[in-house]
């Protein structure tokens, strides 16, 4: 069975910089692994997504090139490096792993930051908290 676990959160103030981990216990053999984070009285959204074939990577619209997604598949491990933070990124950071998506328009099956009621394994979660 995978298990997820997050590490790395913890405060910054603004322009700083973190670099969240995300260690896989057990084989994961889902097409996509991302972040996704939720702020108190906010719905969950999706960070950033890779594609575990091929390396597609999507990020949110927020993100604005200060954030970084890669994995490191000797090691099982998922992260993500935050730089230039800001208040508006504090939250609960979530790892997880599910299945592509069909859109058509992006050319067929994709890992997608807007189907995370079908990702299958999350971990339990790493505060980032961002002060001015």
């Known amino acids: 069975q995978v298990q997820l676990m997050e590490s790395g959160g913890g405060s910054v103030q603004t322009g700083g910089s973190l670099r969240l981990s995300c260690t896989a216990s057990g084989a994961v053999n889902t097409h996509c692994m991302g972040w996704f984070r939720q702020a108190p009285n906010s719905e969950r959204e999706g960070v950033a997504v890779?594609?575990?074939?091929?390396?597609?990577?999507t990020y949110g619209d927020f993100v604005k090139a200060r954030f970084a997604i890669s994995k490191e598949n000797a090691k099982n491990a998922l992260y993500l490096q935050m730089t230039r933070l800001s208040p508006e990124d504090t939250a609960m950071y979530y790892c997880?792993?599910?299945?592509?998506?069909?859109?058509?328009?992006?050319?067929?099956?994709?890992?997608?930051?807007?189907?995370?009621?079908?990702?299958?394994?999350w971990g339990q979660g790493t505060q980032v908290t961002v002060s001015s």
């Open positions: 890779i594609d575990n074939f091929g390396g597609r990577t």
């Open positions: 997880a792993a599910g299945p592509r998506t069909y859109i058509r328009s992006e050319g067929g099956w994709v890992c997608s930051l807007h189907n995370q009621n079908e990702w299958n394994y």
